[in-house]
């Protein structure tokens, strides 16, 4: 054997390391094989199997354990023969139940058409089960050959392993291609940024540092970054990230920042000096036209709502009418108002197409309830079909849409039902909520700058409970009592500064039995994944409070049968969205997820299959942020609040949008000052609408 080769194909007889039960099944591994040319080792993408041959890069080296030669390899793809005849016997030996007689009879009934084989082709000894099993062998080998010849080509350009399966996983097998024509979109991926790919990719392209390419790149980059939430930011602070971030020169950039404005790509609002993206400002501006051009509706017709048939007063009357009347309406409104008995009365009322949405399932569901009208998400009226094909709904034209929750709908969506024209659009919320995760703020915008389409409640029929009383004074910038008790709701705030106590007490009421989790909930501001947050953060709390209610043997914490679990991407075949809560039933033999849901989808049902695949998209739900419990109604709420949260996430809105989420009892647990200072505090979104309106 040739010592000195540098690439080799071997075929792999067993796996030495690691041990079957450590062996990962997604992502990257070091592996230690056995093969026909001795032992090699390296990481590996998938699982190799037995009979499998691998192109393996590297170097021939004595190992230092037993003196014997081993292949190191650095870059690893799954050889396929070219030759048909090559790959029939392939596939074969990696199929069980095939031997040579059953591939000599495949290949003369076929040749090199021998894929195409079927049961229609009579080949003896080829079952219908054995014919499945060679399909699924071909589709292996090729998927894996696609995938790791990808993996190798974007680590041999720069990218970590990590990096290029984010960028494979993201773009398949059109990675290649799209990384060649623009290396920087690499900096789309999530959990890396520009400076990855600057540092990683930029000289495999030969890119200086006053290229175009790169300091355009830049430019789009942060502008992205700093509109993640505000749909436009200053010159001045989009020019000092990018400057921090490259060594360009200062000309250079600001020259390739009017060449974006040239291109139409930026947009300016040179008065202001702010800048924002072409995306915000087309979904922004587009949505101030509709509201401005809102007209009185009298071709769709509309009976008079009988007021003793809704008990309404008359603001909620004034309101009804208007909404009817109209093309455009905002009903705004604190909780107890009674909006949701104004979106049945409007929809008893109308003769027409109407549907009724919320952005989130169970707020949906809710709705649905509560008017006995058929109700669904945003994404599923708008027929979302995944990122690829997106909202696949043509029009709304000659539909009522009433949009319920609507404050937390970001402009994007809001865009997304305004562009496809409906003939009424109705929007009730209220507006001290939290405004949206994501771009813009629309309903809190239109209300200030388009006050004649705003109908606002202000009557409220839980005045004299405690948890409303609260909640009221909050929204009123108003310090709540520490203890009210009323006839239906418990409000209590409980002082405790030192976080650590603050979450030794949460887990204490989770032992003593006073947390339902099938019921209630603890919200707090934050994740704590990323920043290093322990104490009082969602991921520390559903790691506690499952090692108390559902703890695994194994010590890991993995979802389980009897687990409260969240998801967090839109499947929209399953009719199952972001946000959508339930509980975890059983775990099939494939890995699969039977989850009962919080409510029913469109099916009817509340027990569905999340496969495999997906199930790695659900979380434990023990705990959740705020933002995530928006459309949610809980028995009892614990909110807990700490000082460093006020730093940045921590403000009216947020301790208001967790306060009302409460039917019985509301706990606030922690830091009071931090909570009386988040009172005091009320943050606001620099959008495109407010430039357009100044």
Known sequence: M???????????????????????????????????????????SHVPKQGERLTLEGEWKISKYNGTMEFGFFHASVYLPRDERAMLKYACEMTLGFGPALEEKIWAAKGDDWRQVSETDMVRGLTPEKLCALQSTIDMLENQQEKSAAISWLVNIGLTVKMAESAFEKWKKDVTTKVTEDCYILAKLPNYGFKDVDEHVRQHFDIGKNDARRVQSCLKYYLAQLTQEHTVCSWNELYDKVSKAIDADPNVISDECRALFGTGRFVAFPAQGMIASRKDYNNESLILKFVREARETPGIKARQPVEREYDLDDTQMAAVQYALDHSFSIINGGAGCGKTSLIKAISDSLRGEVELCAFAGKAA?????????????????????????????????????????????????????????????????????????????????????????????????????????????????????????????????????????AHAEILRAVRDGEVDFERDIILCCRNGESDGTTECSVT????DIKDIVNPNEDGSYKIAPGDRVINTVNHSELDVWNGT??????????????????????????????????????????????????????????????????MNLLDRPMAYTAVTRTKAECRVVGDVSAFHGAIRTVKHKMTVMQELAK
Not at 423 to 441: F, I, K, N, T, W
Not at 540 to 543: C, H, I
Request: charged share 30%.
């Open 581 to 646: 809560t339930g509980s975890c039933e059983k775990i099939d033999t494939e890995g699969g997820m039977w989850v009962h849901l919080d409510y029913k989808n469109a099916a009817g049902e509340d027990q569905v299959l999340i496969p495999k695949k997906e199930a790695r998209e659900w979380q434990l739900a023990y705990a959740l942020t705020v933002h995530k419990s928006q459309g949610s109604q809980y028995r009892k709420v614990f909110f807990v609040v700490a000082k460093r949260d006020l």
């Open 2 to 44: 040739d010592f000195s080769e540098k690439k080799i194909v071997a075929k792999v007889d067993r796996i030495l390391y690691p041990k079957p039960d450590a062996i990962a099944q997604e992502g990257s591994q070091f592996f230690i094989l056995r093969t026909d040319l001795g032992v090699v080792k390296g990481k590996l």
């Open 365 to 501: 569901a809710r709705l649905k309830e509560a008017t006995g009208h058929e109700s669904g998400t945003i994404h599923r009226m708008l027929k979302y079909m995944g990122e690829e094909q997106g909202f696949t709904r043509q029009s709304l034209r000659g539909v009522t849409v009433i949009l319920d929750e609507a404050s937390m709908v970001s402009s994007d969506l809001m865009a997304e039902i305004v562009k496809r024209n409906p003939a009424r659009l109705v929007l009730v919320g209220d507006e001290a909520q939290l405004p949206p995760v994501g771009s813009g703020q629309p309903f809190h915008d239109i209300i200030r700058l388009c006050p004649q389409a705003v109908q606002t409640l202000t009557k409220c029929y839980r005045n004299q409970e405690a948890v409303y009383q609260s909640a009221l004074r909050i929204r009123n910038g108003q310090i709540p009592e520490t203890d009210l008790k009323s006839e239906r709701e418990r409000w209590i705030v409980q002082s405790i500064r030192d976080p650590r106590a």
């Open 540 to 543: 520390a709390f559903n790691r």
